[in-house]
């Protein structure tokens, strides 16, 4: 018997993930689930910071939580139950809006529409230097991936072939991200009013409510299903 | 087919001389192989050593300037680029490889040091595994982006060896995000006779034993490319979260709950950022210094919004 590699957690801003809807998987029951991005990245496992914009029930009294995770350029979608405890414990003590880091498995749903949502393992609270940096690294992730879909290794490959990519669009969300906590620092530099980290999560909350297209469609899901593992 | 494989053989042997200048008889080779191998039945490798050795001293070459057995050198040694050398080694770690020239691509260590290695896919080369002992022969010493590696090519040889190398204890410096933290970390238990963690107290091998406190985390740090298992002592964990041992047994006191100070640390270090310096255990990265990751961001930020602005 082989040893399963731990699987690394991706940084991966929530644009790309959402637009991914591909699903990859080897045979075997037990082999690991993989997202192709649009990018080509593989992942099943990542590791994101946001802010915490919602928690509630998925069903009265299922046990499972739907939560709403925002970075910059857009919002995870995941859910949280009983297979989960840690993420779980965690979660019941976390009242949103708040920064949070999030180590989660990815997970797709493939239904009337295909969409993609995470499933933590670990939930914390964190203050806004460990976002700031989080964007950095996954700004630099991200170009990095950009610059492979022109060299084309084989999922970068895959991806152009599935999602035909544009390359733009995703250096444009790159840019738009690292400008958003680049205001933060020039903020912090020209020794204005700190800015009150729970206003600003506020206004992003109200911004990205006007972005319907993340709304969630309920659906009749058997979400039991969809969590164990 | 072993006639055939005697063919190939004599070739490779005749190739081998010519690299270094010498014209040989192939059909005298293919002769003395034949004997060997079909006549008495020597083994593929010994029957090509003994005809090379033969032909060395039969043509008095001088045998340093033939490149057929490279020398045996410590990973420490390779300091040039274009050597060839033999190397005993252990394959320390394979790395993804994006490019379809290359087979295989990652570390190999001996009791000296570490070196990356590349295998070629033209080499057309048997794959190695992680963990396990090699001689690689007649490898070609490459310098590449400022670090010395070696480059496995067709005239190089991999056989597995049963002896296991062992590797120099190894120190590395990873920055990433503490992405999660296993259970049995914390305020714990260890057994006075062997020092090991004890659960429910019992130990692993002592059984039923006395025990003492100990603090020790043990996580998982993931830059996003490699993951690495850590454990970090109480030293550390103190250092980082002003929680020592004495202050992890006021917690549980005050809790009436030794796990209440896991939760504590959780809260503290978990989804945070940290730049370490540690030394690679067999599974485990032992730290040695961590701290908090503290950069200034303002000046790269600006640079990668500039990059973008170019490529765009």
Known sequence: MTIRKREVARRIFAHEFNNSTYKIQDEGEKSPV???????????????VGALLEKEEAKPDSGIWRIRVSDPTGVFMGFVGRYQPEAFESLLEIEPPELVAITAKVRIF???????????????????????????????????RIKR?????????????????????????????????????????????????????????????????????EEEWDLSELLED | MIEKRIEELTQQIVQRFEKSGYKINAKEVLKRLKLLMLEFKVPENEAVRT?????????EIPRESLAVESEFVRISDITKPNQWVSLKVKVVQLWDSNSPNISQVGLIGDETGIIKFVIWAKAGKKEVEEGKSYIFKNVVTDSFGGRMQVN???????????????????????????????QNSGLIRRCKICNRAMTKG????????????????KGVIDDG?????????????????????????NIAEEFLDRTAVLTELKK?????????????????????????????????????????????
């Open chain 1, 34 to 48: 993989y997202v192709l991005t649009p990018l080509g990245l593989k992942c099943n496992r990542i590791f994101i």
């Open chain 2, 225 to 249: 490319e490699n993951v690495y298992e850590i454990i970090l002592n109480e030293e550390n964990i103190k250092n980082l979260t002003g929680i020592g041992l004495k202050e992890a047994k």
């Open chain 2, 152 to 182: 496995v090519n067709r005239n190089s040889e991999i056989v597995e060896i049963e002896e296991d190398v062992s590797l120099p204890p190894r120190e590395i410096e990873v920055v990433g995000a503490l992405i999660s933290i296993q």
């Open chain 2, 268 to 312: 503290r270090l978990l989804g945070r950022y940290f730049k370490l310096i540690g030394n690679k255990g067999e599974r485990y990265l032992i730290v040695k210094n961590i701290e908090f990751l503290k950069v200034g961001l303002k000046e790269e930020v600006e640079e990668l919004i500039k990059s973008l602005e170019v490529q765009a």
């Open chain 1, 110 to 144: 493939e239904g009337s529409r295909i969409m993609v949502f995470i499933r933590p393992e670990s939930i914390s609270t964190v203050t806004s230097d460990v976002r700031d940096y989080w964007v950095v690294e996954t700004a630099k992730a991200t170009i990095e």
């Open chain 1, 149 to 217: 879909m022109k060299e084309g290794n084989e999922d970068a490959k895959l991806a152009k072939q599935i999602y035909s990519t544009d390359l733009e669009e995703y250096k444009n969300v790159v840019k738009q991200a690292l400008l958003t906590i680049m205001e933060g620092f020039i903020e912090k530099a020209e020794e204005t009013e700190i800015v009150d980290e729970e206003e600003e999560i506020e206004e992003e909350i109200e911004e990205l409510e006007d972005i319907d297209e993340f709304e969630f469609e």
């Open chain 2, 51 to 59: 005809t090379v050795n033969y032909l060395v001293k039969e043509l």
């Open chain 2, 202 to 217: 019992l130990c692993p091998i002592h059984g039923k034993m006395d025990g003492y406190d100990d603090l020790r985390v």
